[in-house]
């Protein structure tokens, strides 16, 4: 090949913005994951039903179809089923002797309003012995680490009866004791809030946290908390040092926040609203993740704010533009409804950056923040795209540009190729998200993709980008793919100004996506080689691209008849393959078909006597055969032969 680099033209400048952060509520990224809090369930809220939504036969309903959609196909009467066999999740009681207990969820007396449920506990104790306990699991075990303080926090109200006193520790699974502190004094009628620092002698990464009642009588319990002490930044209600400092160590320019599908909710009624989620924790309502489950809040949008200032980031923060991931298409609130949604874009914009003589500048500085904080970008809503978007993106724009035109304002798009979305109808574009979940070495096939954008009209910040597909959970391949795609970015660095690698975390408990960046448990936390791939990459960046072309000198062979192959994701057949069969378990999955077919985690088979029939196909399906992958996309494009 004859590479020519052209140095008379202008370079594109690579900008310093390239590499940011995409965090979405999905697979206990926050909750159980970034944010620390050790109580899985603190508030006795899990078990309530997202608003806009009810239980029928251990389904939600109306079906919030739209991000389980995408990980593989679905049946037509696909639902969400409830995630929770208790009513109180994460939570069970431990009882010996004499001792017997009575749980119940109630909302009589709430600790607030915004957050109604307490857990009842009725305890009858005989002896003094007998163990009458409540044990939260943690979020799948709690990290106790010997000599770390870890901050104890709970409420409670109690009747007449109950004398106490109550002991708080932490335990092994066996019930060795770690560390523990005993309250006296407990009988109480109004809620009343206890706190001390439990100091483990022993480390445990799979620790309980225990509280036992001392004696016989009825108490209420609410918003149980349990944070270690050191936290990213030293940080009051702050994040996971070990997750925290991997995502500064990337050195993100900026952090995109709440989502992802989480932003749309799985009903507009219990979509995210920012303002639930900022002041006392203890007084957050939570959010219910169309992921599958519910998110506290406690990394709310302030904690969110704080952790870009915490990491040199600028913020970037996604907001429900009335839309919601109902039902497949997404249903949008009508048209002359959503001025209470730009109000809300609006004042999120001045809590992070207006003066403190502001309504919401107010609050941020009575939060503990009277500085502004580096809020640089918005975007409307995730994922929308479409005539219906277009129209509603301009009302947003022109509310959002009037107030604040220094904010870049950001449109969302669907998956793919944003040259099929409906831009035209769209009257500014500052810039626009493209999303690109693709199979390996797609970004190789099409290192031009970028190139085949007009320019002029507007930026391009890849909003959502990974190798998912063939790569199992994110080997080499898929890190050497998403290489490729981010010097492909490089190279068009006259449209491409942002890019964010997604989904980011992934507790190993509860996997909702095929491929992320950061996994962890309770105790333990590593990067894929991706994280690795973007880190290098973005220390290396070059500063700037000048225009090249690339002569391939060709060989005498002729061209293959596909490319790509077993693990490369996706296939192009140029040969009509007619009777390909793909089968699992004997149960015919695909047949006779052409298009993009996508298999679900599991073992496939692959048949076809056309397919043999090419020295190539031959060696495919030899390859395929009773072969075991995670996703794996064919893509079979039929020649026309005639007619
Ligand atoms: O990153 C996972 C999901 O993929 C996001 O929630 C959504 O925006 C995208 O489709």
Redo the contacts with the bound molecule.
Sequence with gaps: AVITVNTAETAAVVPATLHGI?F?E?SHAGEGGLYAEMVQNRGFEESRIPAGTKLENGFLVPTPS??HF?LQPQPSDWKLEWPYNSQWPAWHMETSGNATMQLQLTQRRPLNEATPNSLQISISKAEEKGRAAIVNEGFWGMNAIAGDVYNLSFYLRTDNNFKGPLTVSLQTADNKILASHTFTGTRHPLWKKYSCQLVPAQSDPKAKLVLSFGSGGTCWLDFVSLFPAKTFKGRVNGLRNDIASLIDSLRPSFIRWP????VEGITIESAPNWKNTIGPVEKRPGTFS?WGYWSSDGLGYHEYLQFCEDVHADALFVFNAGVSCEYRSGTFVPDDSIAPYIQNALDAIEYAIGPVTSTWGRVRAENGHPAPFPLKYVEVG??QHGPRYAKRYNVFYDAIHQRYPDITIMASMG?GDVNKHTLDSMKKVDMVDE?A?KDAFWSVRNFDHFDKYKRGRWDMYVG?YATNAGVGAGNMRAALSDAIYILSMEKNADLVKMSSY??LLVNENDVD?PVNLIHYDASRSFARISYYAIKMLSENKAAVNYPTSVNILKDSNPAPAFSGGIGLGTWDTQAEYKDIKVTSSNKVLYENRTGDWTFPRGKWNVSGSSLAQTAEGAQLLAMLKGHSFDTYTLTLKARKTGG
Excluded at 259 to 262: D, I, N, S, T, V
Aim: net charge negative; glycine share 10%; aromatic share 20%.
């Design positions: 995409f979405e999905i739209k991000p995408m989502g992802g599908c989480f169309p995730n994922e998956i999303h979940y959502e997604a989904p996506w």
